[in-house]
T-cell receptor, first 114, second 114 residues
Framework: AQSVAQPEDQVNVAEGNPLTVKCTYSVSGNPYLFWYVQYPNRGLQFLLK??????LVKGSYGFEAEFNKSQTSFHLKKPSALVSDSALYFC????????????FGTGTRLTVIP | EPEVTQTPSHQVTQMGQEVILRCVPI?????FYWYRQILGQKVEFLVS????????KSEIFDDQFSVERPDGSNFTLKIRSTKLEDSAMYFC????????????FGNGTRLTVT
């Protein structure tokens, strides 16, 4: 079975500083990994994904994530945080069925302090 | 940009009543999903649907739940006899064909069972 873990419920970072939101995964076979963001009272918005290829993937709003196979991690990063980045961030892994069902971590609330 | 739309945005029902949550997926998408999120916490997979039948379902998706694609555009989730613990945000999602393509989520229906 596949799963992801987000070890931090809450991450606080000062505006302009780099941010990292951590994610580790467990899956048999090659993983499909995703990051989504959720703003209050909204659905989940796709940020980026890793399927294959380059370990560093770039996504929306200046976010990027690094796939590390040996550490089974897929941490989300941004060089310079904005107050508007404050939201709930979910890491997800896809199963290997045809439907590619997504299974989410517990989420990390990011607060960027002005 | 096309969106997944969900109606209603908020549904209040009494315990034991039937509810139908409605979704219009993005038109060229072939895979459809329902997820739920309780109190802004973990996003839980309920069911996936492809080619007019259920692909996968979770343990949460018991006999009280059913899904239907009654026409070419709508995708519905029915809960036959609601329980207090069914209170949650319910998210519909769809994705186009292609392994690893991301899910696109609607803004959700907040279901409150009293």
């Amino acid at each position: 079975a596949q799963s992801v873990a987000q070890p931090e419920d809450q991450v606080n970072v000062a505006e302009g500083n780099p941010l990292t939101v951590k994610c580790t995964y467990s899956v048999s076979g090659n993983p499909y990994l995703f990051w989504y963001v959720q703003y209050p009272n909204r659905g989940l918005q796709f940020l980026l994904k890793y399927i294959t290829g380059d370990n560093l993937v770039k996504g929306s709003y200046g976010f990027e994530a690094e796939f590390n196979k040996s550490q089974t991690s897929f941490h989300l990063k941004k060089p310079s945080a904005l107050v508007s980045d404050s939201a709930l961030y979910f890491c997800a892994v896809s199963d290997q069925t045809g439907a590619n069902n997504l299974f989410f971590g517990t989420g990390t609330r990011l607060t960027v302090i002005p | 940009e096309p969106e997944v739309t969900q109606t209603p945005s908020h549904q209040v029902t009494q315990m034991g009543q039937e509810v139908i949550l409605r979704c219009v997926p993005i038109s060229n998408h072939l895979y459809f999903y329902w997820y739920r999120q309780i109190l802004g916490q973990k996003v839980e997979f309920l069911v996936s649907f492809y080619n007019n039948e259920i692909s996968e379902k979770s343990e949460i998706f018991d006999d009280q739940f059913s899904v239907e694609r009654p026409d070419g555009s709508n995708f519905t989730l029915k809960i036959r006899s609601t329980k207090l613990e069914d209170s949650a945000m319910y998210f519909c999602a769809s994705r186009p064909p292609g392994a690893g393509s991301p899910l696109h989520f609607g803004n959700g229906t907040r279901l409150t069972v009293t």
